[in-house]
Protein backbone atom coordinates (compact mmCIF):
# COMPACT_ATOMS: atom_id res chain seq x y z
CA UNK A 1 0.00 0.00 0.00
CA UNK A 2 2.73 2.45 1.15
CA UNK A 3 4.49 1.28 -2.59
CA UNK A 4 1.48 2.24 -4.16
CA UNK A 5 0.83 5.79 -2.40
CA UNK A 6 4.76 6.16 -3.27
CA UNK A 7 4.11 5.96 -6.82
CA UNK A 8 0.66 8.10 -7.21
CA UNK A 9 3.04 10.75 -5.38
CA UNK A 10 5.36 10.34 -8.49
CA UNK A 11 2.37 10.43 -10.91
CA UNK A 12 1.39 13.75 -9.62
CA UNK A 13 4.69 15.18 -9.75
CA UNK A 14 5.40 13.83 -13.15
CA UNK A 15 2.20 15.44 -14.10
CA UNK A 16 2.42 18.54 -12.29
CA UNK A 17 5.98 19.44 -13.40
CA UNK A 18 6.30 20.60 -16.95
CA UNK A 19 5.41 23.96 -16.93
CA UNK A 20 3.45 24.61 -19.97
CA UNK A 21 0.34 27.84 -19.69
CA UNK A 22 -0.71 27.24 -16.18
CA UNK A 23 3.30 26.90 -14.48
CA UNK A 24 3.99 30.05 -16.66
CA UNK A 25 0.75 31.74 -14.55
CA UNK A 26 1.10 30.31 -11.63
CA UNK A 27 4.45 32.02 -11.68
CA UNK A 28 3.15 35.11 -12.94
CA UNK A 29 0.22 35.09 -10.03
CA UNK A 30 3.07 34.38 -7.48
CA UNK A 31 5.17 37.42 -8.64
CA UNK A 32 2.42 39.59 -8.77
CA UNK A 33 0.05 38.41 -6.22
CA UNK A 34 1.96 36.77 -3.69
CA UNK A 35 2.15 32.73 -3.23
CA UNK A 36 -0.76 32.04 -2.01
CA UNK A 37 -2.23 33.34 -5.54
CA UNK A 38 0.07 31.09 -6.89
CA UNK A 39 -0.52 28.04 -5.48
CA UNK A 40 -3.76 28.18 -5.43
CA UNK A 41 -4.24 28.66 -9.35
CA UNK A 42 -1.91 25.69 -8.97
CA UNK A 43 -4.12 23.76 -6.89
CA UNK A 44 -6.96 24.16 -9.55
CA UNK A 45 -4.93 22.08 -11.80
CA UNK A 46 -4.42 19.67 -9.22
CA UNK A 47 -8.10 19.31 -8.98
CA UNK A 48 -8.19 18.64 -12.67
CA UNK A 49 -5.34 16.57 -13.03
CA UNK A 50 -6.97 14.11 -10.53
CA UNK A 51 -10.02 14.01 -12.48
CA UNK A 52 -8.41 13.15 -15.33
CA UNK A 53 -6.02 10.44 -13.27
CA UNK A 54 -9.62 8.77 -12.30
CA UNK A 55 -10.58 8.97 -15.83
CA UNK A 56 -7.53 6.94 -16.74
CA UNK A 57 -8.46 4.63 -14.15
CA UNK A 58 -11.53 3.87 -13.95
CA UNK A 59 -13.01 4.31 -17.67
CA UNK A 60 -10.25 4.94 -19.88
CA UNK A 61 -11.76 3.79 -23.25
CA UNK A 62 -14.41 6.03 -22.65
CA UNK A 63 -11.72 9.18 -22.57
CA UNK A 64 -9.99 8.21 -25.42
CA UNK A 65 -13.13 7.87 -27.27
CA UNK A 66 -14.15 11.35 -26.57
CA UNK A 67 -10.70 12.38 -27.19
CA UNK A 68 -10.92 10.88 -30.51
CA UNK A 69 -14.19 11.87 -31.50
CA UNK A 70 -14.55 15.62 -30.68
CA UNK A 71 -10.53 16.26 -30.24
CA UNK A 72 -10.82 19.35 -32.46
CA UNK A 73 -13.28 20.79 -30.86
CA UNK A 74 -11.89 20.11 -27.34
CA UNK A 75 -8.64 21.81 -28.55
CA UNK A 76 -10.55 24.69 -30.20
CA UNK A 77 -12.38 25.63 -27.09
CA UNK A 78 -9.41 24.98 -24.60
CA UNK A 79 -6.98 27.11 -26.64
CA UNK A 80 -9.67 30.18 -26.38
CA UNK A 81 -9.63 29.90 -23.07
CA UNK A 82 -5.73 29.61 -22.50
CA UNK A 83 -5.44 32.75 -25.37
CA UNK A 84 -8.15 34.77 -22.98
CA UNK A 85 -6.11 33.82 -19.69
CA UNK A 86 -3.12 35.05 -21.64
CA UNK A 87 -5.03 38.18 -22.53
CA UNK A 88 -5.98 39.08 -18.96
CA UNK A 89 -2.63 38.45 -18.02
CA UNK A 90 -1.16 40.78 -20.55
CA UNK A 91 -3.48 43.44 -19.76
CA UNK A 92 -3.42 43.36 -16.39
CA UNK A 93 -1.49 45.33 -13.75
CA UNK A 94 0.83 44.32 -11.77
CA UNK A 95 1.29 47.23 -9.11
CA UNK A 96 -2.69 47.35 -8.29
CA UNK A 97 -2.83 43.33 -7.83
CA UNK A 98 0.00 44.04 -5.30
CA UNK A 99 -2.46 46.52 -3.54
CA UNK A 100 -4.95 44.46 -3.61
CA UNK A 101 -6.01 42.43 -0.70
CA UNK A 102 -5.86 38.47 -1.29
CA UNK A 103 -9.26 37.34 0.34
CA UNK A 104 -11.08 34.30 -0.15
CA UNK A 105 -13.00 35.31 -3.25
CA UNK A 106 -9.67 36.13 -4.77
CA UNK A 107 -8.07 32.78 -4.14
CA UNK A 108 -11.39 31.14 -5.18
CA UNK A 109 -10.45 33.16 -8.42
CA UNK A 110 -7.26 31.76 -8.75
CA UNK A 111 -8.30 27.95 -8.10
CA UNK A 112 -11.48 28.34 -10.68
CA UNK A 113 -8.87 29.84 -13.64
CA UNK A 114 -6.29 27.11 -13.09
CA UNK A 115 -9.38 24.70 -13.19
CA UNK A 116 -10.64 25.86 -16.28
CA UNK A 117 -7.08 26.24 -18.18
CA UNK A 118 -6.45 22.53 -17.36
CA UNK A 119 -9.90 20.91 -17.78
CA UNK A 120 -10.38 21.96 -20.78
CA UNK A 121 -7.09 20.03 -22.09
CA UNK A 122 -8.25 16.07 -21.80
CA UNK A 123 -5.34 15.62 -23.32
CA UNK A 124 -3.22 15.31 -20.12
CA UNK A 125 -4.96 11.92 -19.56
CA UNK A 126 -2.41 10.35 -21.95
CA UNK A 127 0.27 12.41 -20.21
CA UNK A 128 -1.24 10.76 -16.69
CA UNK A 129 -1.10 7.06 -18.27
CA UNK A 130 2.44 7.39 -19.64
CA UNK A 131 3.42 8.13 -16.32
CA UNK A 132 1.49 5.90 -14.71
CA UNK A 133 3.22 3.16 -17.30
CA UNK A 134 6.16 4.51 -16.44
CA UNK A 135 6.25 4.32 -12.46
CA UNK A 136 4.30 0.50 -12.80
CA UNK A 137 0.85 1.67 -12.08
CA UNK A 138 -1.14 -0.97 -14.16
CA UNK A 139 -4.68 0.66 -14.65
CA UNK A 140 -5.99 -2.71 -16.08
CA UNK A 141 -5.63 -4.70 -13.12
CA UNK A 142 -6.10 -1.74 -10.53
CA UNK A 143 -8.97 -1.12 -11.71
CA UNK A 144 -11.87 -1.49 -8.37
CA UNK A 145 -9.53 -2.39 -5.73
CA UNK A 146 -8.61 -0.40 -3.48
CA UNK A 147 -4.87 0.62 -4.72
CA UNK A 148 -7.25 2.97 -7.11
CA UNK A 149 -8.10 5.19 -4.29
CA UNK A 150 -4.29 4.99 -2.91
CA UNK A 151 -3.27 5.70 -5.73
CA UNK A 152 -5.34 8.90 -6.39
CA UNK A 153 -4.67 10.14 -3.15
CA UNK A 154 -0.83 9.64 -3.77
CA UNK A 155 -1.32 11.96 -7.03
CA UNK A 156 -3.05 14.62 -5.21
CA UNK A 157 -0.26 14.97 -2.80
CA UNK A 158 2.51 14.91 -5.29
CA UNK A 159 0.47 18.00 -7.62
CA UNK A 160 -0.53 20.04 -4.75
CA UNK A 161 2.90 19.13 -3.35
CA UNK A 162 4.61 20.65 -6.61
CA UNK A 163 2.33 23.51 -7.09
CA UNK A 164 3.23 24.44 -3.04
CA UNK A 165 6.97 23.99 -4.21
CA UNK A 166 7.04 26.00 -6.99
CA UNK A 167 4.71 28.83 -5.43
CA UNK A 168 6.82 28.90 -2.62
CA UNK A 169 10.00 29.09 -4.00
CA UNK A 170 9.22 31.91 -6.96
CA UNK A 171 7.80 34.23 -3.42
CA UNK A 172 11.49 33.93 -2.04
CA UNK A 173 13.01 36.28 -5.28
CA UNK A 174 9.32 38.24 -5.55
CA UNK A 175 10.64 40.80 -3.44
CA UNK A 176 13.87 41.50 -6.00
CA UNK A 177 11.75 42.05 -8.53
CA UNK A 178 11.24 46.02 -9.07
CA UNK A 179 8.01 47.17 -10.93
CA UNK A 180 9.26 47.84 -13.96
CA UNK A 181 10.62 43.87 -13.99
CA UNK A 182 6.67 42.93 -13.09
CA UNK A 183 5.06 44.71 -15.56
CA UNK A 184 7.60 43.68 -18.18
CA UNK A 185 6.92 39.71 -16.92
CA UNK A 186 3.08 40.12 -16.96
CA UNK A 187 3.55 41.30 -20.70
CA UNK A 188 5.62 38.16 -21.70
CA UNK A 189 3.47 35.98 -19.61
CA UNK A 190 0.47 37.15 -21.50
CA UNK A 191 2.16 36.91 -24.67
CA UNK A 192 3.50 33.19 -23.69
CA UNK A 193 0.11 31.84 -22.74
CA UNK A 194 -1.71 33.59 -25.41
CA UNK A 195 1.02 31.65 -27.88
CA UNK A 196 0.54 28.30 -26.31
CA UNK A 197 -3.47 29.05 -26.13
CA UNK A 198 -3.27 30.21 -30.27
CA UNK A 199 -1.13 27.11 -30.83
CA UNK A 200 -3.22 24.64 -29.30
CA UNK A 201 -6.92 26.65 -31.62
CA UNK A 202 -4.60 25.82 -34.57
CA UNK A 203 -4.23 22.13 -33.75
CA UNK A 204 -7.67 21.77 -33.53
CA UNK A 205 -8.47 22.94 -36.92
CA UNK A 206 -5.59 21.28 -38.61
CA UNK A 207 -7.34 17.87 -37.28
CA UNK A 208 -10.48 19.36 -38.04
CA UNK A 209 -9.58 19.63 -41.82
CA UNK A 210 -7.44 16.31 -41.29
CA UNK A 211 -4.34 17.59 -41.51
CA UNK A 212 -3.20 16.52 -38.15
CA UNK A 213 -3.65 13.15 -36.40
CA UNK A 214 -6.18 12.82 -34.14
CA UNK A 215 -4.27 10.69 -31.39
Not at 95 to 112: M, P, S
Not at 148 to 165: D, E, K, P
Amino acid sequence: MVLTLLKGIIAGLGASIPLGPLGVLCIQKTLSKGRNSGFFTGLGSSISDSFYAMLSLFCLAIVQEFTSTHGAIVDVIGGLIIAFVGYRVFKNNPVKQITQKNGAKRHLEDLLEGFAMTITNPGSVFLILMIFSMVGVDTMDSAGSISVLTTLVGFTIGSVAWWYILSTTINVFRKKFRIKQLITMNKVSGVIIIFLGLAMVLRGVLKFLGKYPIS
